[in-house]
């Protein structure tokens, strides 16, 4: 098998395979948030709280990423949350991500817009719905 052969059978593949893992380590921070899994400190946040949206947003969008439902609006808005996130909680500690702990919104945000993008790949939902 030569090269473009190679790329071309594994492209689409190993995009599905970043949209899960993506969705996956997404997903953990919001079921962190509410059902302290993995564990954490303090108590669960209110429903209605910045906090407790995110983590709704952490479940669902992080849910339908994995599955590559809807994909394509999923991750553009995720992107955005992850921007947003970045800006409000991060970026007033200190200019540089290492210091603010905002590497990890910043590598979700363009993740996210890359699907948002790029669509779900060969393993999704969306692939077998035609979408």
């Given amino acids: 098998m030569n090269g473009t ?7 689409p593949r190993l995009l599905s395979v970043l949209r899960i893992v993506a969705g996956l ?3 953990e921070h919001g079921t962190q948030k509410f059902f302290s899994f993995p564990m954490r400190t303090g108590s669960a946040p209110e429903l209605a709280s910045l ?3 995110q983590g709704c947003l952490e ?3 992080g849910l339908l990423i994995i599955l590559g439902l809807f ?4 991750a553009f ?3 955005g949350n992850m921007a947003v996130a970045y800006f409000m909680a991060h970026a007033p500690r200190s200019f540089f991500p290492a ?3 905002g590497d990890a919104a910043i ?3 363009f993740v996210f817009l890359y699907l948002a993008a790029a669509g779900g790949g060969v393993w999704s939902i969306d692939a077998k719905r035609g979408g």
């Fill in 107 to 109: 590598l979700f945000c």
């Fill in 99 to 101: 210091l603010n702990g």
């Fill in 77 to 79: 808005v995720l992107a």
């Fill in 71 to 74: 994909t394509r609006p999923v």
């Fill in 25 to 27: 380590q997404f997903l």
């Fill in 59 to 61: 479940i669902v969008g």
């Fill in 51 to 53: 906090i407790g949206v």
């Fill in 5 to 11: 052969a190679l790329t071309t059978t594994w492209t």
